[in-house]
T-cell receptor, first 112, second 114 residues
Framework: KQEVTQIPAALSVPEGENLVLNCSFT??????LQWFRQDPGKGLTSLLL?????REQTSGRLNASLDKSSGRSTLYIAASQPGDSATYLC???????????FGKGTRLHILP | NAGVTQTPKFQVLKTGQSMTLQCAQD?????MYWYRQDPGMGLRLIYY???????DKGEVPNGYNVSRLNKREFSLRLESAAPSQTSVYFC?????????????FGPGTRLTVT
């Protein structure tokens, strides 16, 4: 069964620290992996998308990496700010399948 | 370009009532999706449509029906609402830009079934 797992479920860190969020998936034959941000009571905003042929993608203070062989992706946030507080979700699409499966998310709280 | 729109934003139903959630996208995307989001459960796929005229079940399809009316619109129907269907419902569509397939989400519909 294709599953996506995010650990930890919640994380609190002081402002200014660098941090890493983890996403793991079963079945390494993925097509792509996408990281989203969700603020309380709001929809999802796409942050980064990594194709299966790529190792990483960067946008500002965010860097997402992909290691297909180990079934893992990480989202690195540099110099965290209180405005980064949100839930971060990863979603995986597998080859020859239009379904996209989400992890349950990591709820991030940046302490001022 | 409004992206993905959903109506209504909020809805309260009594058990046994029916309703249809509407979703539309103006980005000319082929694929559209319906998810529900519950506390501690993340987003779970209800149904998806890879193209106009086709629909497929996701992880939690029971109690729901969908219609891909045309390329723009994908509706979700609850025939006989149950309290277990209290949730936030998100519609999404997926871009086809070369080989890059990125999902875009609507703002959500908050449904309460009493």
């Amino acid at each position: 069964k294709q599953e996506v797992t995010q650990i930890p479920a919640a994380l609190s860190v002081p402002e200014g620290e660098n941090l890493v969020l983890n996403c793991s998936f079963t079945d390494s034959a993925i097509y792509n992996l996408q990281w989203f941000r969700q603020d309380p009571g709001k929809g999802l905003t796409s942050l980064l998308l990594i194709q299966s042929s790529q190792r990483e993608q960067t946008s500002g203070r965010l860097n997402a990496s992909l290691d297909k062989s180990s079934g893992r992706s990480t989202l690195y946030i540099a110099a965290s700010q209180p405005g980064d507080s949100a839930t971060y979700l990863c979603a995986v699409r597998w080859n020859r399948d239009d379904k996209i499966i989400f992890g349950k998310g990591t709820r991030l709280h940046i302490l001022p | 370009n409004a992206g993905v729109t959903q109506t209504p934003k909020f809805q309260v139903l009594k058990t046994g009532q029916s309703m249809t959630l509407q979703c539309a996208q103006d980005m000319n995307h082929n694929s559209m999706y319906w998810y529900r989001q519950d506390p501690g459960m993340g987003l779970r796929l209800i149904y998806y449509s890879a193209s106009e005229g086709t629909t497929d079940k996701g992880e939690v399809p029971n109690g729901y029906n969908v219609s891909r009316l045309n390329k723009r619109e994908f509706s979700l129907r609850l025939e006989s609402a149950a309290p277990s269907q209290t949730s936030v419902y998100f519609c999404a569509s997926r871009a086809n830009r070369g080989y890059v397939y990125e999902q875009y989400f609507g703002p959500g519909t908050r449904l309460t079934v009493t």
